[in-house]
Each structure stands twice: as C-alpha cells, then as structure tokens.
C-alpha cells in the first residue's frame, strides 16, 4: 500500500539500491543562476550538516544533462516539463561519495526555469503530478525487466526556490500511489 512518511536525517543515508528523487529543471545545467545566486545544484543536499554535490554523481549527471539537451532545443526542454527521468545506479558513481552506496537518480521535471520565470504554483503542481505518475510506470517497467530499485527517498521538493507550501507537495506526493520516505535535516519545521 503506497504511502508517504517522514523522518529525520539525511537523504543520502538511505539503504543501498534506494531512489534518490530530485526536482530538476529542463535545462540539464549543473547550477542555475537565479537572481544573482547560486543555486542549488542538482543532486545535492545540505542536510545534517553535510554537503553532497554532482561531483558524486557525475555518471548520473552526465544522462540528465544529455537527456535535457539531445537535441538542444527549447521545445524539447519544455517537453520535459511534466516528466520523468529514472536513472539506475552508475557502477561508478558508488566511489564517489562516502557511503558507497548505490542509489538510482529519479529526476522529476516540474517547472522550466526558476527565479523571475519559474511556473505558478499551480502548474507546478500539475507538473509534480505528472511527473510522479511517469515516475510510477518507469519504476514497473524496471522492475518487469528484472530490475530491482529500492524505496524512494525525497527531500521536500518545490518549498525551496519554486516557493510551493510544502502541504500543498505533500498532498500531490500523498495521492500519487507511490511510497516516499521524505527526509528532512534536524531543526526543519
């Protein structure tokens, strides 16, 4: 029975073979300038006081980056918009970090550009919805294949930079049919 829970911690102390889920743009950039900032890279988490960057996944970074930008058209990237993108585990993305661990990257695309450009709230919730739906037949016809990916694993999505309530995240999480294990760091409401 799908479900979505909360816990403490650090999404990148997920078990071994577990889906890392990340909200990405449809650009396939390793950072975005927003506003004059910096912001946050793509499969990276500033939890528990650690810091995780691309470096760790560049096998994983390397097919979004291709998937977003073959061919490199501004029509394909809005394509994406609304979709999904499951990576299975990269042999050599394990050594680069820590733990060891061997995670798939699911990559949902849920807004085209952020800052000033960024979607409404609305349809970035539509296109959470979407996403999380192709998210859930890309993991069947992995597992039909003879694949084996673990639970999924997620920070809050959208509450950062897209400025989502996390509630309203939550809710679309909650009636995707998927089971999502939301790690949130100490201290984080």
């Known amino acids: 029975m799908p479900f979505v829970s909360e816990q403490i911690g650090d999404i990148f102390d997920a ?7 990340r909200k990405m743009g449809c650009w396939g950039s390793a950072c975005i300038q927003d ?3 910096l912001a946050m890279l793509p499969f990276a988490s500033l939890q528990s006081g650690k810091t995780h960057t691309i470096e760790q ?3 994983a970074f390397e097919i979004y980056r291709q998937h977003c930008s073959t ?4 029509s394909h990237r809005e394509s994406l918009l609304g979709t999904a993108l ?4 990269q042999e050599s993305d394990s050594h680069k970090h820590a733990n060891k661990q061997k995670y798939w990257i699911a990559c949902i695309f849920t807004s085209i550009h952020i800052g000033k450009r960024m979607g409404t ?15 859930q037949a890309q993991i069947q016809s992995a597992q039909e294949a003879g694949d084996e990916p673990g639970s999924v694993y997620s920070v809050r999505i959208n ?17 995707s049919g998927l089971s999502i294990v939301i790690v949130k760091p100490e201290g984080e409401g």
């Open 121 to 135: 709230k609305t349809s970035i919730l539509s296109a959470t919805t979407t996403a999380l739906q192709d998210l």
């Open 86 to 89: 499951l990576i299975p585990h």
């Open 159 to 175: 509450s950062g930079l897209f400025k989502v309530p996390w509630f309203e995240t939550s809710q679309v999480m909650k009636a």
């Open 71 to 74: 061919p490199p058209t501004a």
């Open 35 to 37: 506003e004059g900032q």
């Open 57 to 59: 996944f560049p096998a």
């Open 15 to 21: 078990p071994s073979g577990s889906i890392l889920l």
